[in-house]
């Protein structure tokens, strides 16, 4: 057995020695045994009351979190959303401009060089829509 380890048991050992000793006192006097028992029921009270208002407190800053972090998820995907609608938005009035410009007999250079399209951006669209 390491040192350590001789030391825990010791430790312990002299731990349970003075509980004995407490038990032994309060067991023979009744006053003693009375305030021994309030204190008991004291500190029982006591720690029930921590724990209660940690679990509460925990539980209150767990809702303000996710509802911080649900209206930020909430501001951030408003903004995303923005951007991608402007995108989605470009993309079918290029898709618009290269279909309709082809139509009327505009050049692919012409259509690339306005809508700052590739040449094979500009013959996929018209792959899609079958021109």
């Known amino acids: 057995m390491n040192r350590t380890v001789?030391?825990?048991?010791?430790?312990?050992d002299?731990?349970?020695?003075?509980?004995?000793?407490k038990i032994q006192y309060v067991s023979n006097d009744r006053d003693a045994l009375h305030a021994y028992l309030l204190r008991e029921m004291a500190l029982s009270d006591y720690?029930?009351?921590?724990?209660?208002?940690?679990r509460e407190g925990l539980k209150e800053g767990l809702q303000k979190g996710i509802q911080k972090g649900l209206k930020k998820g909430m501001k951030g995907g408003k903004k995303e959303g923005k951007?991608?609608?402007?995108?989605?938005?470009?993309?079918?009035?290029?898709?618009l401009f290269v279909l309709n410009?082809?139509?009327?007999?505009?050049?692919?250079?012409?259509?690339?060089?306005i809508t700052e399209l590739s040449?094979?951006?500009?013959?996929?669209?018209?792959?899609?829509?079958?021109l």
């Open 6 to 12: 001789f030391l825990c048991f010791q430790w312990m």
């Open 14 to 21: 002299t731990g349970i020695q003075k509980a004995q000793e």
């Open 47 to 54: 720690t029930s009351g921590v724990n209660f208002h940690r």
């Open 83 to 95: 951007k991608e609608g402007m995108k989605e938005g470009l993309r079918k009035s290029q898709e």
């Open 101 to 113: 410009s082809r139509r009327k007999g505009v050049s692919l250079e012409l259509i690339r060089d």
């Open 119 to 130: 040449e094979s951006e500009v013959l996929e669209i018209l792959k899609r829509n079958g």
